[in-house]
């Protein structure tokens, strides 16, 4: 009888360790995932979607889409995780990024590297076996863009903002690579969207965090410039040209007047928050600013592909 108990109580315990085992694992796992930044990865993906609609002749091949939106999101996530890899001495120093995997000591730096180059090599032969050489190509520019002259800019100067809205605007035109195997003036048009969208989107973010960003030495314009007259320029030049570009489709024969009316109303409505921004410059304004943008930009994106009769007809 004691030999029967002392059997159950060793399943017991063993049962119980592999129930640790199997939640640190998965535990291990959700940081690893965290490290590639999915909120973003999300925009990217729908960004690339889009291209590739627009990007598409006489027919839709959900293989080569798939193929695009799965190495496009594993270039991103090696992107992100070299970037926090590159930046895991500044997010110690900043209260919004201290609790990421590296500097929290979740994950050490170097398996971060290692994950972070092997997803990026993955994403990458994805794109050029499975879509073309192009995609592949834009791919590559987009993530060296990124780690190697955005993000070393982003402790040098405030015209990181603008530089790193160039390779934020690449996806639509990798996913309109991949369907096409070139670029028209209907994806440049695409990229134009992204480009201006993220003027208000991360100047809004660098008010909000500016303390952070100047206790890590980020050189945003929101820290060099803290009463923020050059910012709330940016906010209300950039939106207006945000709006003049979402127009653009309609007479490029790429969307309809649906679209039309609705990307107007969702322009004026960000460039409302814009303004509330420039008359108070405060945490609260930039909040409701960045919240505004992150809504604008998947209904503008539904729209103009609900409302593209190339794509429907």
Same mark, same amino acid.
């Given at each position: 009888?004691?030999?029967?108990?002392?059997?159950?109580?060793?399943?017991?315990?063993?049962?119980?360790?592999?129930?640790?085992?199997?939640?640190?694992?998965?535990?291990?796992?959700?940081?690893?995932?965290?490290?590639?930044?999915?909120?973003?990865?999300?925009?990217?993906?729908?960004?690339?979607?889009?291209?590739?609609?627009?990007?598409?002749?006489?027919?839709?091949?959900?293989?080569?889409? #798939?193929?695009? #939106? /799965?190495?496009? *999101?594993? /270039?991103?996530?090696?992107?992100?995780?070299?970037?926090?890899?590159?930046?895991?001495?500044?997010?110690? $120093?900043?209260?919004?990024?201290?609790?990421?995997?590296?500097?929290?000591?979740?994950?050490? *730096?170097?398996?971060?590297?290692?994950?972070?180059? #092997?997803?990026?090599?993955?994403?990458?032969?994805?794109?050029? %076996?499975?879509?073309?050489?192009?995609?592949?190509?834009?791919?590559?520019?987009?993530?060296?863009?990124?780690?190697?002259?955005?993000?070393?800019?982003?402790? $040098?100067?405030?015209?990181?903002?603008?530089?790193? *809205?160039?390779?934020?605007? /690449?996806?639509?035109?990798?996913?309109?690579?991949? &369907?096409?195997?070139?670029?028209?003036?209907?994806?440049?048009?695409?990229?134009?969207?992204?480009?201006?969208?993220?003027?208000?989107?991360?100047?809004?973010?660098?008010?909000?965090?500016?303390?952070?960003?100047?206790?890590?030495? %980020?050189?945003?314009?929101?820290?060099?410039?803290?009463?923020?007259?050059?910012?709330?320029?940016?906010?209300?030049?950039?939106?207006?040209?945000?709006? *003049?570009?979402?127009?653009?489709?309609?007479? &490029?024969? /790429?969307?309809?007047?649906?679209?039309?009316?609705? &990307?107007? #109303?969702?322009?004026?409505?960000?460039?409302?928050?814009?303004?509330?921004?420039?008359?108070?410059?405060?945490?609260?304004?930039?909040?409701?600013?960045?919240?505004?943008?992150?809504?604008?930009?998947?209904?503008?994106?539904?729209?103009?592909?609900?409302?593209?009769?190339?794509?429907?007809?």
């Amino acid at each position: 009888m004691q030999s029967f108990l002392r059997s159950k109580q060793t399943a017991v315990d063993l049962l119980g360790q592999a129930d640790e085992f199997g939640s640190s694992g998965v535990s291990i796992l959700r940081e690893y995932f965290q490290l590639t930044k999915p909120r973003i990865e999300l925009l990217i993906v729908i960004s690339t979607a889009v291209g590739y609609c627009f990007g598409i002749g006489s027919s839709f091949r959900i293989s080569t889409l #798939l193929n695009a #939106l /799965m190495g496009t *999101a594993l /270039m991103a996530a090696g992107s992100a995780t070299l970037n926090q890899w590159y930046e895991r001495d500044i997010d110690k $120093k900043m209260n919004r990024t201290q609790a990421r995997p590296i500097p929290a000591g979740i994950i050490p *730096a170097h398996h971060a590297l290692i994950f972070g180059v #092997l997803v990026s090599v993955l994403g990458f032969a994805e794109l050029l %076996v499975f879509t073309n050489y192009l995609a592949a190509l834009l791919s590559f520019a987009t993530s060296f863009g990124y780690l190697f002259i955005y993000t070393p800019l982003k402790q $040098k100067s405030p015209v990181c903002t603008t530089i790193g *809205a160039i390779p934020g605007a /690449m996806p639509p035109l990798i996913g309109f690579a991949a &369907a096409s195997g070139h670029l028209t003036v209907d994806a440049w048009i695409l990229f134009g969207i992204l480009f201006f969208w993220q003027f208000p989107h991360f100047h809004a973010i660098a008010r909000m965090y500016r303390e952070d960003y100047a206790r890590g030495g %980020v050189k945003m314009l929101a820290v060099v410039d803290p009463e923020g007259r050059l910012v709330r320029r940016q906010i209300i030049v950039n939106t207006l040209l945000l709006i *003049a570009v979402t127009l653009t489709p309609t007479f &490029a024969h /790429m969307a309809g007047r649906v679209y039309f009316g609705g &990307a107007f #109303l969702l322009g004026l409505g960000l460039l409302y928050f814009g303004v509330q921004v420039c008359k108070e410059y405060s945490f609260k304004r930039a909040r409701q600013l960045l919240l505004a943008s992150v809504i604008y930009m998947p209904l503008l994106f539904a729209l103009l592909v609900f409302d593209n009769p190339r794509f429907w007809f």
